[in-house]
């Protein structure tokens, strides 16, 4: 269906994609327009088109599938379009001037003829042009729409790809549509490729084979890897653009010689890099080697009388293997301690806090994530940082941070040791900025659980460094005592043997018990479980409060047991609206408040406030993806969300900003990472 009219009120506009919702003043009337509308704004004429749909909380919508911006039509709307501000240097009174000096003549005057302008007051020669290409620059704007659209882009990586490209983008497309790939993340390679092929680009043109050899390495990136066997890359490349291996085998000369790909015979096989992936691989290697092969300036001498002294005047009692450890972090500038659930490494961080700092060196705790940092600093009674946060790395988004015309100078960190858990959360990239901070002479100590999940993003950095023998590494392999008590930390040592977990008859006498395995044989069933579960049963078993205490996992998006549907039936039973306070429906969800919510990217800009130990205000910019948090208002008036995350800072969103967050009542055990 078409619909032609003026935008008359932006009720609201997403910054990132443009999604947005408008009132339309149409030739039937008004009606609220949703969709992808980049470069829309207040008093524009649209031709859009799309169908009518009934939203449950908003009644009749109509929903945009494209759109066309058209030239004003009226003379009151060509005034009210020039006063709009997206033409540099037209205010009111001069739009009204030109308006009423060229009539109908105008749009034209503008485009073909700017010079005559100058009879205008207040317009010179040089503002005319000025005018004239701001104008046009517009026009063009409007264009890219509907160009990518003909080729099922939608208006959402429009605005992007503008951005990117700036003036003459339609036309730099058509002579390469496959730069479009590294601008429009989330559009499939086939569906670009299809468009370049209707614009006449040959099957085995060099620009569409090197794009389908670099898109290649760029997919196997998402699954992280850093790199792929050659021969693999052959076949995916000749599958997806069907052309002969000798092609795809000329296009890879053709792009290791312009030094965009790397080739790198290793193991009898011979493995493909994409360059910027290859650096940082390169530059960690270095950095490892000259961090090793510093002077050891932090060394103890009577590290053993250090020990004695920790264990008689603390509660820290250290096995064989943890004493070990203490002093091959003294012999070492570089160590990596492994090991799993209750094997003991937050009591060797604690170890090394208190040896340290007694003689005086800095202490330095980080962890990948908020939630990370704050149960290191829960356990160690050490305020432990995010590695963001300590490194000070700026504004980076999915495409940035693994861009080779990124750069990251590193800030120095201010420490003796430096310790951080979880590395197998860390990917090459972070791994690389971390190894740029640290000084010569600085202990770095590498802490983590090798038999966790890789980390999100590409390369397996924990397991790849302790396999490369290169680095000393002390292997934790004993539960304690304590730890032995918990039925979790057993059965996840039994999982990583390949052993079923405990029998009912191992366990049914202990108490205490904090493992149970439920089996149900639908979904239906398992979902009313975990409703049972969150809604009175886990409180009664052991007084766990669900906002306080509860996380529920599960490994799917989708379905009735994915994250969709299970936040939507929590939230109703654990927070329902049942007094009727303000709340905020965005992508077709409600927040409201004593939600808890995850922030699912980072943010560097947000300013948020917390009190410190000793009741003052502390401030500061930035929240980052896998922060939890609850909503503690939303003011309707204000159009803001308040937020407190579970580090006790909170942050205020404007509603524009809630596709930056979603409900956490239930999170993926991939975004579990994350925490």
């Not at 989330?186 to 299809?194: L, N, T």
Request: aromatic share 8%; hydrophobic share 35%; net charge negative.
């Amino acid at each position: 269906m078409e619909l032609k009219g003026e935008i008359e009120e932006i009720i609201y506009q997403n910054e990132v994609n443009s999604y947005t919702v408008a009132l339309f003043n149409s030739e039937d009337g008004e009606v609220t327009i949703v969709g992808y509308l980049p470069f829309v704004d207040k008093g524009d004429t649209l031709k859009v088109l799309g169908e009518f749909t009934e939203h449950k909380d908003y009644g009749m919508q109509f929903k945009v599938n494209t759109f066309e911006k058209l030239i004003p039509e009226t003379l009151v709307a060509l005034e009210r379009y020039l006063v709009s501000g997206k033409i540099k240097g037209v205010g009111e009174k001069t739009a009204k001037r030109i308006v009423k000096t060229f009539g109908e003549d105008t749009i034209n005057i503008i485009k073909n003829e700017p010079e005559k302008l100058v009879q205008i007051k207040g317009i010179t020669k040089e503002k005319a042009i000025e005018l004239a290409e701001s104008f046009i620059e517009n026009q063009e704007m409007w264009q890219i729409v509907g160009f990518l659209a003909r080729f099922n882009i939608g208006a959402e990586h429009a605005k992007r790809v503008y951005e990117k490209l700036g003036m003459n983008t339609i036309e730099k497309i058509e002579e390469n549509p496959y730069i479009l790939i590294e601008i429009t993340r989330g559009v499939d390679f086939k569906q670009i490729d299809d468009m370049a092929i209707k614009v006449g680009i040959n099957f085995d043109n060099q620009k569409r084979v090197e794009s389908g050899i670099k898109y290649g390495l760029i997919k196997s990136t998402y699954s992280g890897n850093t790199c792929i066997v050659k021969q693999n890359l052959i076949e995916f490349v000749a599958m997806l653009l069907n052309v002969d291996s000798e092609v795809i085998e000329d296009n890879i000369i053709n792009l290791r010689a312009k030094g965009e790909i790397v080739e790198e015979k290793r193991d009898g096989e011979e493995w493909i890099y994409l360059e910027s992936f290859y650096d940082v691989e390169e530059e960690i290697v270095y950095r490892i080697k000259r961090l090793q092969e510093s002077k050891n300036s932090k060394y103890i001498k009577n590290i053993d009388n250090k020990l004695n002294e920790l264990e008689k005047n603390s509660d820290i009692e250290l096995s064989e293997k943890q004493k070990e450890a203490v002093k091959e972090i003294n012999e070492n500038n570089l160590l990596i301690i492994t090991g799993g659930p209750g094997t003991g490494k937050t009591t060797i961080i604690k170890a090394i806090i208190d040896i340290y700092e007694e003689i005086g060196k800095k202490v330095v705790l980080a962890a990948p994530t908020g939630r990370a940092a704050k149960k290191m600093t829960e356990a160690t009674g050490k305020e432990a940082s995010t590695l963001h946060r300590l490194l000070g790395i700026g504004r980076l988004d999915d495409e940035g941070i693994y861009s080779k015309n990124y750069t990251y100078e590193g800030t120095p960190i201010d420490g003796d040791i430096v310790v951080v858990d979880e590395l197998s959360m860390v990917d090459m990239f972070l791994m690389n900025y971390l190894l740029k901070s640290v000084f010569r002479g600085t202990k770095l100590i590498l802490v983590g659980d090798v038999d966790q999940l890789p980390s999100v993003g590409p390369g397996n950095v924990l397991k790849d460094l302790i396999d490369s023998g290169m680095i000393k590494t002390v292997m934790l392999d004993k539960i304690f005592r304590q730890a032995a008590k918990s039925k979790i930390v057993l059965n996840a040592h039994r999982v990583n043997k390949g052993e079923p977990f405990l029998s009912k008859d191992d366990i049914e006498n202990e108490t205490n018990q904090d493992f149970f395995y439920i089996s149900h044989k639908s979904q239906e069933a398992i979902l009313k479980e975990v409703i049972s579960l969150c809604t009175g049963r886990l409180e009664k078993f052991g007084q766990y409060d669900f906002f306080k205490n509860i996380q529920i996992l599960t490994p799917t998006k989708k379905g009735i047991l994915g994250t969709k549907e299970l936040n939507k039936e929590l939230q109703g039973y654990l927070n329902p609206n049942i007094y009727n306070l303000p709340e905020k429906a965005n992508s077709g969800v409600i927040y409201r408040k004593g939600d808890r919510i995850m922030q699912i990217k980072n943010n560097y800009d947000i300013t948020w406030e917390k009190e410190n130990a000793l009741g003052k205000k502390e401030y500061g910019n930035g929240v980052f993806n896998g922060e939890i948090g609850t909503i503690i208002k939303v003011d309707d008036k204000e159009k803001i969300i308040e937020i407190r995350f579970d580090d006790e800072k909170e942050a205020i969103y404007e509603f524009s900003e809630l596709d930056q967050i979603e409900h956490s009542y239930v999170i993926t055990i991939h975004k579990s990472q994350r925490k």
